[in-house]
């Protein structure tokens, strides 16, 4: 396991800082969740996502999709059917997202 007191703090080759980064915030982080299920359409998305607004889930959405870890695609119908999904590099977040459920688990609330 990486020595984590020794990482560079607040520096951009610290790799706990890259992927804070990434998954800072509590949407994408759902919205990672729920493309590890498989692919998702936006609608479908925004049904599983309770309370997140269409302008924040666009704005995650193309985040991800910039940082390569889901890929779109866009079906030509009327109206237009986009698919999310998460590429190889973005299914390497389970593990992260385990933990988190893992230690989620161990709060007493």
Do not use: H
């Not at 800082?17 to 994408?28: H, S, V, Y």
């Not at 607004?53 to 119908?77: D, F």
């Amino acid at each position: 396991m990486v020595d984590l007191l020794n990482q560079k703090s607040f520096r951009d080759d610290c790799p706990i800082e890259k992927t804070a980064k990434i998954i800072e915030g509590k949407w994408t982080t759902l919205v990672i969740r729920e493309l590890l299920t498989g692919k998702k359409r936006y609608s479908e998305l925004q049904k599983a996502l309770v309370g997140i607004s269409p302008k924040i889930l666009t704005a995650r959405l193309r985040m991800l999709e910039k940082e390569r870890l889901i890929t779109r695609k866009v079906y030509p119908t009327v109206p237009p059917t986009t698919e999310y999904k998460l590429t190889a590099l973005g299914q390497r977040l389970e593990v992260v997202l385990y933990a988190m459920s893992k230690f989620g688990e161990s709060l007493k609330y």
